[in-house]
């Protein structure tokens, strides 16, 4: 994800939701200590399903016309601001 890199493969999942990822396992962020300290596993793992849902990317792409590589950056965004450090 954005400057932390593709090490966890969220950015790719977003960009091609067949990327087999597995919807989202944050438990690497918690081991690099990445993930912001008053986050859980149990919590980032949920931001995350909701993050890279169909519905999330669709609302975007679809309702505002944004581009697929615009919605992965928002989503990614997203993300980054949400749960990591």
């Known amino acids: 994800m954005g400057a ?3 090490d966890y493969c969220v950015g790719e999942r977003l960009r091609d939701q067949g990327s087999g990822c597995g919807g989202g396992k944050p438990r690497p962020y918690k081991e690099q200590d ?3 300290p ?3 596993v149990t919590e980032a793992g949920d931001v995350l399903w909701v993050l890279t849902s169909f519905e999330s990317f669709d609302l975007p792409y679809t309702g505002r016309g ?3 590589d615009a919605v992965a950056d928002l989503l990614t965004a997203t993300a980054d601001r949400a749960l990591l450090r």
């Open 66 to 68: 944004l581009s697929t």
């Open 4 to 6: 932390y890199g593709a």
């Open 34 to 36: 990445l993930l912001r």
């Open 38 to 40: 008053d986050v859980s």
